[in-house]
């Protein structure tokens, strides 16, 4: 065989592999991510389409689809978007603009890529290898899509895995609801930018008002929520209107009279508002609010006429440890009373960063008892969170927002912000209710059998101990019915329920210290016949708290409070809001006599030792009996009121329960002291009286003697 034809031989093998391998690259590049040997393609072009495109068809185009080949093709050239059903299984919405010979402007679905690649084609006058006719014929199909696709200036592939002869530079934007795709396409580069296009539309015109500069806070908003219905005449024909009140945007929508629908809004980051179908997807929209069929349905009913929204930012800190998610809060307005719904209303707040705190959604009723705060409750509304995003499912129609509270303890656990969880919270408020209910119970005993039984018989230490009765009696009763007069929302019934706690405090604590007064004159052997010594000794347990209430009244200081847990659970009362008048008139008072109780309590705990020591072991008292007498000592005195002091830091807690079960009983525990103590005083009658043993008797027979 001649050199020449070896040589021609090996030229045919060498173009053989070369076509292999242009074959096999071509086709890892351009195969599609379904399995098909060539993904479909969507050829477009801003251009007018050459003669002779139009000579072999118009576009655009039906399907090019050769079974051998498992391809379609689809010609849309120039790219038109009105042909809603150019090619089936093509995505025609695409708009292509030319600034200039190398720049052009693609806008096209995000969902197009998935479905087909596009292919610019920059000069349809001179690129005849992409005719439609071109790529009819099967035979030698590969080939011929290669020549029409091959790279140069004549076209630009675009796809989800890039270019297929160039690379593409994607900076892609997550984003919620429908894609819109913008590619910049340079001839050897392409910019992809995604952004979001939410779904919705907007309101079909929008209300503009004029507010002062100040920031509107809680009345005003109730105020404005309250005047609503006012803005219906300014719509004219338009059923949907957009507020715009400053910094506080919304939504307001006609409720037809029949055919009542659920109704959907999205809030924007910058606070625009969509109105959305049912089944459109909320999680691009910072805020979104659903109304629920039932809620209109009730409005309607009820001569309600519209359904309006709106969100009021800059809302004040509500203390210096709880405070409103982004401080904002959000007013809907039916028109109507809706309640009970058995379909929720839902608020859902996205991008929600509960690190460090006890996200919770509250409600307001728009009533302001102290003219400018909202008075926050967790009733009616439950709290569901999930990766972020927090959905208030609600059942009434009123103020929403999201109470932020720290977590009870910081991160070494030393609970410094006095914030409790809200299963302790409900746990005092039980063992609080019990124990007064208790302690009320047996102080009612007590006063009967003195008055009816003993009065002729009681010396000065059993009146002082039934003035201490009174008073607790008094106390454990107000604190009873506090929280139900709390919830009439009457300004002028929780002042004077407030007033009348408060006193009925300063007065135990008086009568503690009385007590302790008329003690240590039976230890120190002073003799109490001092005239008017009882009358002294009311008039000074009676009237000093009431003068010290008086001023209060007087000064406005008493009004309503929300005892809060962690997640926002709330108790309300009526008490003095002010913490600084609190600490400076309760805590201060009360330390007063702590100092004074305490000392008079180890003086007699020393005092007693020292004659134990000297008395005959035959007389002498059992440690049992002597333990439990000055455990009812203890709270004779009102020392159990000192737990107080405790509760801060690791303490807050045990200091909290030990506080609540010891001063919630404590009527109970005096009842049984008296009880006992009675008992020890006929006992004691029987026994020779010698001054070693009146001094040791004395904490057990005080009361009575």
């Not at 539309?201 to 100040?214: D, I, M, P, Y």
């Not at 706690?501 to 240590?520: E, G, K, N, R």
């Not at 008992?679 to 040791?696: C, M, P």
Request: glycine share 6%.
């Amino acid at each position: 065989m001649s050199p020449l034809v070896d040589q021609h031989r090996w030229m045919l093998v060498l173009k053989i592999f070369i076509f292999f391998l242009g074959f096999v690259f071509q086709n890892f590049f351009c195969e599609a991510t379904d399995g098909s040997w060539i993904k479909d393609m969507l050829f477009i072009s801003p251009d007018t389409p050459a003669e002779i495109y139009t000579y072999h068809g118009s576009f655009p185009s039906n399907v090019i689809f050769k079974e051998k080949n498992k391809t379609n093709l689809c010609f849309n050239i120039p790219a038109n978007k009105t042909y809603s059903d150019c090619c089936k299984n093509f995505n025609c919405n695409t708009t292509v603009i030319r600034h200039n010979n190398n720049i052009y402007h693609l806008k096209l679905s995000e969902t197009s890529l998935q479905k087909h690649d596009v292919v610019l084609l920059l000069n349809t006058s001179y690129n005849f290898s992409c005719l439609p006719s071109m790529l009819y014929n099967s035979r030698g199909f590969i080939l011929s899509l290669h020549k029409c696709l091959k790279p140069g200036f004549k076209n630009i592939r675009l796809s989800n895995e890039g270019l297929c002869v160039q690379n593409l530079t994607s900076q892609e934007v997550q984003c919620h609801g429908s894609k819109e795709t913008e590619y910049i396409v340079k001839i050897k580069q392409c910019t992809k930018n995604v952004t979001c296009t939410l779904p919705g539309k907007q309101a079909e015109t929008t209300l503009n008002f004029n507010v002062s500069g100040t920031p509107i806070n809680a009345a005003k908003a109730a105020n404005i929520m309250n005047n609503l219905a006012s803005t219906l005449s300014l719509m004219g024909n338009a059923s949907t209107a957009e507020i715009k009140m400053g910094n506080v945007t919304g939504v307001i929508a006609k409720l037809p009279k029949q055919n009542q629908t659920s109704m959907n809004f999205g809030f924007t980051s910058d606070g625009n508002v969509n109105i959305l179908q049912e089944n459109d997807v909320v999680m691009g929209f910072s805020r979104s609010v659903y109304l629920p069929k039932e809620a209109s349905e009730m409005a309607v009913e009820n001569n309600g006429s519209f359904a309006g929204v709106l969100l009021f930012p800059d809302i004040p800190e509500i203390d210096q440890n709880r405070s409103l998610f982004q401080n904002e809060m959000m007013g809907i307005e039916m028109g109507a009373n809706i309640f009970n719904l058995s379909q929720t209303i839902n608020i859902q707040f996205t991008n929600v960063n509960t690190t460090g705190f006890n996200a919770t959604c509250v409600s307001w009723d728009g009533e302001n008892n102290n003219g400018t705060e909202a008075n926050w409750t967790t009733e009616g509304c439950l709290t569901t969170e999930v990766n972020g995003r927090i959905t208030c499912n609600c059942s009434h129609l009123t103020f929403f927002a999201i109470l932020m509270s720290p977590l009870p303890g910081g991160k070494d656990g030393n609970n410094s912000n006095g914030i409790i969880s809200s299963s302790d919270l409900k746990t005092l408020t039980q063992i609080t209710k019990a124990g007064c209910g208790i302690s009320l119970f047996f102080l009612g005993v007590a006063l009967f059998m003195h008055f009816l039984v003993r009065k002729n018989k009681a010396s000065e230490a059993v009146k002082i101990l039934m003035n201490l009765f009174v008073a607790l009696f008094l106390l454990n009763l107000c604190f009873l019915v506090n929280e139900s007069i709390a919830k009439l929302k009457v300004l002028a019934a929780c002042v004077a329920m407030a007033a009348t706690l408060h006193y009925s405090m300063l007065a135990t604590f008086t009568w503690f210290f009385m007590q302790a007064l008329h003690l240590y004159f039976n230890l120190r052997q002073i003799s109490t016949d001092i005239k008017y010594y009882m009358c002294k000794i009311c008039s000074t347990g009676w009237v000093v708290p009431a003068v010290v209430v008086v001023g209060l009244l007087a000064s406005s200081k008493y009004d309503f409070i929300e005892v809060v847990g962690d997640n926002g659970t709330s108790v309300s009362m009526c008490w003095i809001p002010d913490p600084t008048i609190h600490t400076g008139v309760n805590i201060g008072f009360y330390s007063i006599v702590f100092v004074f109780t305490l000392t008079v309590f180890v003086v007699t705990v020393v005092q007693i030792k020292h004659f134990s020591s000297k008395k005959p072991k035959a007389q002498d008292i059992s440690t049992k009996k002597r333990f439990f007498s000055l455990l009812g000592l203890f709270c004779l005195l009102g020392i159990t009121w000192g737990f107080a002091f405790f509760s801060y830091g690791r303490l807050l807690l045990s200091s909290y329960y030990i506080f609540t079960i010891l001063n919630s009983f404590q009527g109970f525990f005096l009842f049984v002291y008296y009880y006992f103590s009675s008992r020890v005083i006929i006992d004691d009658a029987k026994q020779s009286k010698s001054s070693s043993g009146a001094t040791e008797n004395v904490y057990t027979s005080s009361s009575h003697g």
